[in-house]
């Protein structure tokens, strides 16, 4: 097979989450442990680190790829989903798994796991742990992709678990409070493992703590620790950070729910530190070549790893930005930062998936905007006549398009120099227009 028929072999044949919803989650890890027995326990050949939560897990995981990189480290990094090619979701060093190993595991090894039936991302996950051993990484990162103690991602023994933040999402798989989401999330602090955590509630840290205490893990509050003392955004998208740690930073991520995630990074490095996976920084030399090296990670992380998506300038006139963020907890932090935005008129390309809440986000949508309701190509996706009617219920103004090329060519058609275009709302509406658009 060419990659591209083996690539659409597997969306085609394999259940997926991101396409089929509830259908494409296999609960428990019997397929997981199957593959990895046949496989050779490949995720025992490097070191790894764990990302978990609801929110800011892709960007995290990004950005500890990027400075462990700049470190020196030959880094993997797992994450999910894929905006434009599935090879996205396993790298090394910022580069895709090649077309040509793609091919070969899934020739090779199909006869072991078509009667198997693992979902596509039980497969993607052994696929990239295999490619990681292979290619003799040093240490991974690697995302969760739904919850974590049963999540397929969690048969590893990380050095460092990080749990970004708890908020309502996949309720239907995780638990309606977000006490029982925590839970499901903290399944991956292991025994004696060192856990960093971004956020908690009054209802979340509890959990956390009881789940520490079970496994002897030490944790940290990264709002405790608060590492970013203070953080600004700049005209040119980027960020500016004071730290208390690492001195003046600035970060290639300008979006404003990035200084939680930045908090948190930072603090999981500081444990790397402690852990001697990172410089010492016993002498003052050293120090400045930590935060030079940290600095160069997080300013740089879209260029190392091939990050997209999170509030991503994609043209400067007029302004066009994309951003993933796609559920109520996301849009609490996107629907601030387009207020802010300053332009003669603002056009928004939005959809959304059905396992989301719709009427909580359309609350925090700007009035002041012109909407063109659309849907990805994705059969989760609301129908853009649903959003249109949620929309003018909410009292914002706009119309239905049917594919988020056609939304955007519109949108392109009317806008002028000193407007602001968005384009977001779910991460398939991003792909979408990454893949189409752009």
Partial sequence: ??????????????????????????????????????????????????????????????????????????????????????????????????????????EKERNFFEPLKPSFFELATAMAFKYFSDMKVDIAVVEVGLGGRLDCTNIITPVLSVITNISFDHVKFLGDTLAKIAAEKAGIIKKGIPVVIGETTKETRPVFEAKAREEQAPITFAEEQQEVLGAKPQNDGTMHYLTRSYGELNGELGGIYQE?????????????????????????????KCRKEIENGIMHVCELTGL??????????????????????????????????????????????????????????????????????????????????KGTQAGLDGRAVPTVPTAYKMVMNTASGDDFVFVGGSSYVVADFLKNCI
Avoid at 16 to 38: C, M
Avoid at 65 to 77: E, F, H, M, N
Avoid at 84 to 98: A, K, M, P, T
Avoid at 336 to 341: E, H, P, S
Wanted: charged share 20%.
């Fill in 260 to 288: 939680k995630n930045t908090n948190t990074v930072l603090c999981a490095v500081s444990k790397l530190e402690e852990m001697g996976i990172m410089c010492k920084c016993s002498k003052p030399e050293d120090q400045e």
């Fill in 1 to 106: 097979m060419t990659y591209q028929e083996t690539t659409q072999y597997l969306f085609s044949q394999l259940p997926q989450f991101e396409k089929d919803g509830s259908t494409g989650f296999h609960e428990g890890l019997r397929n997981t442990l199957a593959l990895d027995e046949h496989l050779g326990h490949p995720h025992r050949n490097f070191q790894t680190i764990h990302v978990a939560g609801t929110n800011g897990k892709g960007s995290c995981s990004h950005t500890l790829a990027a400075i462990l990189q700049t470190c020196g480290y030959k880094v993997g990094l797992y994450t999910s989903p894929h905006l434009v090619d599935f090879r996205e979701r396993i790298r090394i060093n910022g580069q895709c798994i090649s077309e040509e190993y793609v091919v070969e595991f899934v």
């Fill in 308 to 389: 997209q998506g999170r509030w991503q300038t994609v043209k400067i006139v007029p302004h066009v930005v994309c951003d993933t963020g796609h559920n109520l907890a996301g849009w609490e932090y996107l629907s601030r930062q387009l207020k802010n935005v300053k332009c003669r008129h603002m056009y928004i390309v939005f959809g959304m998936v059905d396992d989301k809440d719709i009427d909580g986000v359309m609350k925090l949508l700007p009035t002041n905007a012109t909407y063109y309701f659309t849907k990805a190509n994705n059969k989760r996706a609301i129908p853009e006549e649903i959003l249109l009617k």
